[in-house]
T-cell receptor, first 114, second 111 residues
Framework: DGGITQSPKYLFRKEGQNVTLSCEQN?????MYWYRQDPGQGLRLIYY???????QKGDIAEGYSVSREKKESFPLTVTSAQKNPTAFYLC?????????????FGQGTRLTVV | KQEVTQIPAALSVPEGENLVLNCSFT??????LQWFRQDPGKGLTSLLL?????REQTSGRLNASLDKSSGRSTLYIAASQPGDSATYLC??????????FGQGTRLTINP
């Protein structure tokens, strides 16, 4: 089945720790995205990548980092610089820009600071 | 700056009713509008993508309409079922690589 796989489903982070969220897609899509979802704030764009080895900051990139070494994979690292990381993280992909094509989302990773 | 609004925030109806969910956007120069469904603790499932040149798009019991001039879209759900209970989100592109989402409507279908 084609789709987007995010792992793990739940992740717990201690203060000062970096953690990495995985996102893999087998849709052969060029573009991949990371969104953060908080209650009452909707979805906000963290980073996006239109092609391998290239990525751009979104609206709330501070405290996050990404890499795009393979077309299928777009991992997100939540660094210790992110002061309020507890949220639901969603990875998405599209074959072209959002102006032309549909966006597909993964099942999400819930990150909690302990 | 594009803003997307969904009203009401929550809706509860008995099973079998036909219902309409609303989505409004401030900038009418959109390329398309997408409707999603989100179950509690889950990701987003794409329901319908309606292009700016279209007025309607249908998938099963779902029908989405788009009126760019008035900045509105509706999602019509026919013969609602308890399995339709979820949060429904609409989104429009803001530039090539960003989607702007509404806050969603939480729908409950009562058996």
């Amino acid at each position: 089945d084609g789709g987007i796989t995010q792992s793990p489903k739940y992740l717990f982070r201690k203060e000062g720790q970096n953690v990495t969220l995985s996102c893999e897609q087998n849709l052969n899509h060029d573009a991949m995205y990371w969104y953060r979802q908080d209650p009452g704030q909707g979805l906000r764009l963290i980073y996006y990548s239109q092609i391998v080895n290239d990525f751009q900051k979104g609206d709330i990139a501070e405290g996050y980092s990404v890499s795009r070494e393979k077309k299928e994979s777009f991992p997100l690292t939540v660094t210790s610089a992110q002061k309020n990381p507890t949220a639901f993280y969603l990875c998405a992909s599209s074959s072209d820009s959002f102006m032309n094509t549909e966006a597909f989302f993964g099942q999400g990773t819930r990150l909690t600071v302990v | 700056k594009q803003e997307v609004t969904q009203i009401p925030a929550a809706l509860s109806v008995p099973e079998g009713e036909n219902l309409v969910l609303n989505c409004s956007f401030t900038d009418s120069a959109i390329y398309n509008l997408q409707w999603f469904r989100q179950d509690p603790g889950k990701g987003l499932t794409s329901l319908l993508l309606i292009q700016s040149s279209q007025r309607e798009q249908t998938s099963g019991r779902l029908n989405a309409s788009l009126d760019k001039s008035s900045g509105r879209s509706t999602l019509y759900i026919a013969a609602s079922q308890p399995g339709d209970s979820a949060t429904y989100l609409c989104a429009v592109p803001s530039g090539a690589q960003k989607l702007v989402f509404g806050q969603g409507t939480r729908l409950t279908i009562n058996p």
